[in-house]
Each structure stands twice: as structure tokens, then as C-alpha cells.
């Protein structure tokens, strides 16, 4: 649609309203300020809901094999060739064993559930998360019977490199006097904080002989982590090792194993993008009230000009023009406003959590230490779009009203 100076010169002039048209004026502010709230609030939560999607998944995948290999019946024993063989297959790039058990964390007169990963001293650092959160301690020292924990366990139980825990096994050595309990001391020789609560609060990592001998399980491990180039692919690397594992072993992927986590994080985003929607829904029933209010102010001003010579399309042109610059300006605000939040959003938590005294994202309840945000500009450009459609949708009305008003019968009743 093409606009002559002259109609964009009268919806201008329409737009700064006098002082009799006051109350239409705070109507269409109220009308902008609504729809560029809405634009600014839906790109915050969606980039919000994507940095949580994104960094919960890089740590999950960081930390844990893409997939994982288990054993038909139990722990693994003689998995040397199970191992070669995952690892010429392509597109997978590590294979690292490791024995898995929960165990009882004593230090100290205090005691704390843990889950203890036994992996091989050289696939400690062939985990990039893991590897790039150590604060303390040399990984050197976890190469003999060094233990790795969590910043948040270190101090929950007022641990440093050097100290020692002991570890109490669920699995006892049967005695005459019933199961007893396995126990055994070993020196914390790394501390890592990966950012996400549940690792950095439970998780042990030790050596894999280490974990080995204390499980009771000799030459033996609990499943075989498989790392891929293409983790969003699974799908496909989960068929080809099923084939290749020909019933001898059990495969899970990633997706399948934190299923109903992403699912719920999904349906949560999808649920928050429709619930903001209906602000930007709601601004633009404002633009049509105060645009019909506006049409019916002006009749006298439409009947003179159409009397000299202005055709209903210029009619129909200057007052869609006037309530879709509303929603423009509106949402060219909402969305210079939404992307400067998402992008400083930690830096304005981090000063309102400072002028309030209030922790505002508690990293127990929402898994990570601080609040991610990642702009997704296809999702930006599709709540543009909405806002500017249904601005658009909005203005149609009224500026059809005003086309076909009768200049007669305006001028009748002035």
C-alpha cells in the first residue's frame, strides 16, 4: 500500500491529538505502551526459555554420554571389544566405561547422598565441561585414588583439596553378624563447578580401578558412554548401535533419557508464548476503541474532505495509517526494549538482587547458577510479525468505518 504526502501529512496531524481529543490520545498511548510491553516481554521469556533449554542440554551432554550403552543383564565384564567396535563406527568420537552407583558421603559428623562415577583418569579431561570448570586442586592427583566433587558439596560439607571423605557403600560384605557396610576414605584431588546445582551438589567422579574395587566390581563396568559429532541426531546413531549391538546390550540416548525434563520445558515455553500473546492481543483492541472513537470525532473532517475531492480509498488510507504507526512505533519499542534486556539480563538481576537483599534465582530450584538468556532472531522476527499483523488487522475496521461514512450525514447533525 502506497501513502501520498498528503494522507501521511493528515494521519500524522490525527495523531497528536488536541486538547478535546485528549482522552482518544491516552487511549492510543496506552494502546503503544501495551503492544510494545508485549513484544519486549515475549522476546525476554522466549530467549529466557532458549538459554535454559541450552544450557541445561550443553551440560547434560557435557557431562553425560550422548548415549549410553548397557549391559542385557547387569554390569559388563570382557567389554574391550564392545568398546573397539562402538568406536569404529561412524560418527562416534569417544567411548569411555565407567561404573555408576549412588553411595553415602560421611565428613566431618555429617552425612550426604551422592551419586559416585567411577571413569579412566585420562577421560577426565576429555569432558570439555568438566575439564573447564575445575576451580582447585591438579587433575593430576585423580590419577591414583583422588576423588573429584562438586564447588556446592565442598562447601555444604566445608571441604578443600587435601581433605578427606569417606564413602559408604549400599553394597556390604556379609558377615556373621549381618551385611556390613563397605567403607572407605579417599582425598578430595579436584573441585569443579559446572554451573548446574544437581552435578555440582551430588555428583562424585573418581578413578575408574578406584570405583572398580569399591563397588565389587571386578573388571567390570555399569554401562559404556558413547560420545557423537551431531548430538541432535541421535536418533539415527541410537538404530545403528542397536543393529550392531544384536540384543547383547541395551541403548539409550539422551532424549531418552531426560525425556520428560525437555518435554516439560517445552510444553512450559509453548504455554508462556501463548499467555503473553494475548497482551499484544489485548493492545490491539485498544487501537480499534480508540480508533473508532477517533472516526466518529472526525466525521465532520472526513465529510469536508470528501467534499473536496477526497476518495474513500484516501479516506481508508489515512486512518490505517494512523493506528498501524501505532503498532509500529509500538513494536520497534518492544523489540529495542526486549533485546536490550535479554541481553543484560544477568546484570539487571545481579543489581536488583543487590538494592532488594533478595536471591531472585535460587540455583536449587532452577538447576543453574545464573540466568541465561539466548536471543533466537527467527522467534523475533516471528513475534514482530505477530504484533505488526494484528496491529494491522486491528486498524482495518475502523478505517473502513470511516470510508464509508456519508458526508451528508455528517454535516447534517454538526
Known sequence: MIFSAFERMVAMRYLRARRQEGFISVI?????????????????????????????????????????????????????????????????????????????????????????????????????????????????????????????????????????????????????????PRQRSYPVAVIFEVGMFEYDNSFIFMPLEAAQTFFQLPEQVTTLEVFVDDPTRIGGYRQDMAVAMAGKARVLDWQQSNASFFTALQVERNVMFLILSLIIMVAAFNIISSMIMLVKDKGRDIAILRTMGATRGMILRVFFLAGASIGVIGTVAGLVLGVAFADNIESIRQTIQGLTGTDLFNAEIYFLSHLPAKIDWGEVTQVVLMALGLTFLATIYPAWRAARLDPVEALRYE
Open 28 to 180: 492510543a498511548g496506552f494502546s503503544l505502551l501495551g503492544i510494545a510491553l508485549g513484544v519486549a516481554t515475549l522476546i525476554i521469556v522466549m530467549s529466557v526459555m532458549n538459554g535454559f533449554r541450552a544450557e541445561l542440554l550443553g551440560r547434560v551432554l557435557g557431562l553425560n554420554g550422548h548415549l549410553n550403552v548397557y549391559g542385557a543383564t547387569g554390569p559388563m565384564s570382557d567389554y574391550d571389544p564392545l568398546v573397539e567396535r562402538l568406536r569404529s563406527m561412524p560418527g562416534v568420537r569417544l567411548v569411555m566405561p565407567s561404573v555408576e552407583a549412588q553411595a553415602l558421603v560421611t565428613t566431618q559428623g555429617t552425612a550426604s547422598g551422592a551419586v559416585v562415577r567411577g571413569i579412566a583418569p585420562e577421560d577426565l579431561l576429555k569432558r570439555p565441561v568438566l575439564a573447564e570448570s575445575i576451580v582447585a586442586g591438579d587433575p593430576a592427583d585423580f590419577r591414583e585414588d583422588g576423588v573429584a566433587i562438586g564447588m556446592r558439596m565442598a562447601q555444604r560439607l566445608n571441604l578443600r583439596v587435601g581433605d578427606r571423605i569417606t564413602l559408604l557403600s549400599p553394597r556390604g560384605a556379609a558377615t556373621a553378624f549381618g551385611t556390613v
